[in-house]
């Protein structure tokens, strides 16, 4: 078994993160191999960004992906630079308020706002990441919730700790919401 996430967006986002919690969470908290690689422009902020996770129940021995199994895409750009990567059955998660055109397919698409939940319900864009981690969570059943949470939280400062895991819970509440409704 290979299972390979792209989480793509903009800079800002906090997708650097959020691949790194996750690739921490299923390395500290499974038998699985994992292998967390990086990508993002020059700009702090607005430049492309991309964290990829691969997990295996092998030996990894390519650390970058080749076949997606899920891709997030949070703005268009990623959509158009990833979406090839795609495996037909794969999941597709996207966020209507960075893509704006979902395109069409034989994947899953679940279309979360992810970034608009983010900002209604915890007051900052800034809380994506981890409400994106909760949905990714819900929809693949990769790892449990608490493993993640425990992650999160050994991996943001101690005065944000409540906020970031009260937006994994959003989050995996939002993940479950959309599945019940297919997409």
């Not at 699985?32 to 295996?56: H, M």
């Not at 981690?133 to 944000?160: D, S, W, Y």
Request: include cysteine; charged fraction near 20%.
């Amino acid at each position: 078994m290979r299972f390979e996430i792209c989480l793509a967006g903009h800079g800002g986002q906090g997708l650097v993160l959020a691949g790194k919690i996750l690739g921490e969470a299923i390395a500290l908290h499974s038998r699985k191999n994992v292998v967390q690689t990086q990508s993002y422009g020059p700009e702090s902020r607005g430049g492309a960004s991309r964290s990829e996770v691969v997990i295996s129940d092998e030996t990894i021995n390519y650390p970058k992906v080749t076949r997606l199994d899920l891709l997030l895409a949070l703005s268009q750009e990623s959509v158009k630079k990833y979406l090839l990567n795609l495996k037909d059955d794969g999941i597709l998660i996207v966020d209507p308020f960075g893509v704006k055109e979902t395109p069409s397919g034989k994947y899953k698409i679940y279309s979360l706002p992810i970034m608009q939940t983010a900002k209604n319900e915890l007051g900052k864009m800034i809380f994506g990441n981890i409400v994106a981690l909760g949905a990714i969570a819900a929809l693949t059943r990769i790892i449990p919730l608490e493993h993640l949470e425990q992650a999160v939280l050994n991996n943001v400062p101690q005065k944000f700790q409540a906020d970031n895991k009260r937006a994994l819970q959003i989050g995996f509440k939002l993940g479950e919401t959309v599945q019940k409704g297919n997409g």
